[in-house]
C-alpha cells in the first residue's frame, strides 16, 4: 500500500530531524577556538564577589548538610529534562575513544571507567554509543538520578553499572575493585561537594583507579558569570566561592592553583589544567554572558 502524503512528510521530518541531530553531533566534536575574558571583565566580577558575605552558620551548616537530599528532590523534580546529552566529552577527553593493543582472543581491549556524578545519564550514554569497548561504571549521590538511569533504554548490563554513592563517605571499593579503572571523569561534580570534604572525594576516587589511570575534570571556575550573579543577589554565599541555589544545591567556584594542590597532594600529576572561556550569546536580549570553567587531566602515580 502506497504512503500517504501526511506518512511520507512525517518521514521526511524524521530524517531531516535525525540529519539534524548527527550534524549537529559532529560540530560539537570538533575543537573550538580558544578566546579569553578581559582583564577589565574579570576586574568587575572580582569587585562584586569581594563585596558579597557570607549568610549566617546555621543555614550553612543546614544546606551542607542536606546535600544529597536536596540533589534527590532536584532529579525528582526535573528527572531528564534539565541537562542536555554531553556529545563534546570525547572533543575534549580523546581518551575515551579507547587505547591501542589488544586483549585476549586478539580482541580490542575493554577500557574500564568510572563516572562520578552521573546525574541521569547525559555524559554516560553518548559515549557507550560511540565507543563499543567501554565499559562504564556511573555513581550519584541521588537515588532518583540512578534510578532514571537504570530505566534509561540504552543501560545495558555488560556495558554499564550504575550505583547510589557518596563520594565523601562510601567507599568505591564496595561496587569497583581498588586499582582497576583505566579512566575517571569528574565533570561538574566537585563543585557541588563543600571545600572540607573534597580531600575525602579524592582519596575515594583514587582508590579505585590503576596507577597510570587518567581523571578527566571539568567544573566551574572563579568568576564565571554564575558566580557573578550570586553575588549580585546577597544571601546565596555559604563560603568562599561557595554558593547555594535557590533549590538548595550547592555549586564552588575553583581556581587553577586549588584544584592542582587538591589532586597533587594525593599524588596525582597534572597532564594540563587551564581555563575554559564560552561566550554565551541570548540574541534576543542582545547581551553577552561569559561563561568560565576549569578542565583538568589528573595521572595517578
Given at each position: 500500500m502506497?504512503?500517504?502524503?501526511?506518512?511520507?512528510?512525517?518521514?521526511?521530518?524524521k530524517?531531516?530531524?535525525?540529519?539534524?541531530?548527527?550534524?549537529?553531533?559532529?560540530?560539537?566534536?570538533?575543537?573550538?577556538?580558544?578566546?579569553v575574558?578581559?582583564p577589565?571583565?574579570?576586574?568587575?566580577?572580582k569587585?562584586?564577589?569581594?563585596?558579597?558575605?557570607?549568610i549566617?552558620?546555621?543555614?550553612?551548616?543546614?544546606?551542607?548538610?542536606?546535600?544529597?537530599?536536596?540533589?534527590?528532590?532536584f532529579y525528582?523534580?526535573?528527572?531528564?529534562?534539565?541537562y542536555?546529552?554531553r556529545?563534546?566529552?570525547?572533543?575534549?577527553?580523546?581518551?575515551?575513544?579507547?587505547?591501542?593493543g589488544?586483549?585476549e582472543d586478539n580482541?580490542?581491549?575493554?577500557?574500564n571507567?568510572?563516572?562520578?556524578?552521573?546525574?541521569?545519564g547525559?555524559?554516560?550514554?553518548?559515549?557507550?554509543?560511540r565507543?563499543?569497548?567501554?565499559?562504564?561504571?556511573?555513581?550519584?549521590?541521588?537515588?532518583?538520578?540512578?534510578e532514571l538511569v537504570?530505566?534509561?533504554?540504552?543501560?545495558?548490563?555488560?556495558?554499564?553499572?550504575a550505583?547510589?554513592?557518596?563520594?565523601t563517605?562510601?567507599p568505591l571499593?564496595?561496587?569497583?575493585?581498588?586499582?582497576?579503572?583505566?579512566?575517571?571523569s569528574s565533570i561538574?561534580?566537585?563543585?557541588a561537594i563543600?571545600?572540607?570534604?573534597?580531600?575525602?572525594?579524592?582519596?575515594?576516587?583514587?582508590?579505585?583507579?590503576?596507577?597510570?589511570?587518567?581523571?578527566?575534570?571539568r567544573?566551574?571556575?572563579?568568576?564565571?558569570?554564575?558566580?557573578?550573579?550570586?553575588?549580585?543577589?546577597?544571601?546565596?554565599m555559604?563560603?568562599?566561592?561557595?554558593?547555594?541555589r535557590?533549590?538548595?544545591?550547592?555549586?564552588?567556584?575553583?581556581?587553577?592553583?586549588?584544584?592542582?594542590e587538591?589532586f597533587?597532594?594525593?599524588?596525582?600529576?597534572?597532564?594540563?589544567?587551564?581555563y575554559v572561556?564560552?561566550?554565551?550569546?541570548?540574541?534576543?536580549?542582545?547581551?553577552?554572558?561569559?561563561?568560565?570553567?576549569l578542565?583538568?587531566?589528573?595521572?595517578?602515580?
Amino acid at each position: 500500500m502506497e504512503q500517504s502524503q501526511e506518512q511520507q512528510q512525517q518521514q521526511q521530518q524524521k530524517q531531516s530531524d535525525l540529519s539534524s541531530i548527527e550534524a549537529r553531533q559532529q560540530k560539537l566534536l570538533q575543537p573550538l577556538e580558544q578566546s579569553v575574558i578581559t582583564p577589565e571583565k574579570l576586574e568587575y566580577a572580582k569587585q562584586i564577589i569581594e563585596k558579597d558575605k557570607a549568610i549566617k552558620p546555621f543555614w550553612v551548616n543546614k544546606y551542607k548538610n542536606e546535600a544529597a537530599k536536596n540533589w534527590d528532590r532536584f532529579y525528582k523534580r526535573n528527572e531528564t529534562r534539565f541537562y542536555k546529552d554531553r556529545h563534546w566529552i570525547e572533543r575534549e577527553f580523546t581518551v575515551y575513544k579507547g587505547k591501542d593493543g589488544e586483549g585476549e582472543d586478539n580482541q580490542p581491549r575493554t577500557l574500564n571507567c568510572l563516572e562520578v556524578g552521573c546525574g541521569v545519564g547525559n555524559f554516560i550514554f553518548p559515549v557507550l554509543e560511540r565507543n563499543p569497548n567501554l565499559f562504564m561504571y556511573a555513581c550519584d549521590f541521588a537515588p532518583h538520578a540512578i534510578e532514571l538511569v537504570k530505566q534509561h533504554e540504552d543501560y545495558k548490563q555488560g556495558r554499564c553499572s550504575a550505583f547510589v554513592c557518596d563520594l565523601t563517605k562510601d567507599p568505591l571499593t564496595d561496587t569497583i575493585a581498588k586499582d582497576s579503572l583505566d579512566v575517571v571523569s569528574s565533570i561538574f561534580v566537585l563543585s557541588a561537594i563543600p571545600v572540607e570534604k573534597l580531600e575525602s572525594a579524592v582519596k575515594n576516587i583514587k582508590e579505585v583507579m590503576k596507577p597510570g589511570g587518567m581523571l578527566c575534570f571539568r567544573d566551574y571556575a572563579v568568576y564565571d558569570a554564575a558566580q557573578v550573579k550570586f553575588s549580585s543577589n546577597p544571601g546565596h554565599m555559604l563560603d568562599k566561592n561557595l554558593y547555594v541555589r535557590q533549590d538548595g544545591t550547592m555549586s564552588l567556584f575553583f581556581s587553577i592553583n586549588q584544584i592542582k594542590e587538591l589532586f597533587e597532594k594525593e599524588g596525582f600529576t597534572t597532564v594540563e589544567c587551564d581555563y575554559v572561556h564560552r561566550e554565551t550569546i541570548n540574541r534576543a536580549m542582545d547581551i553577552s554572558i561569559d561563561r568560565r570553567f576549569l578542565q583538568a587531566k589528573f595521572i595517578k602515580q
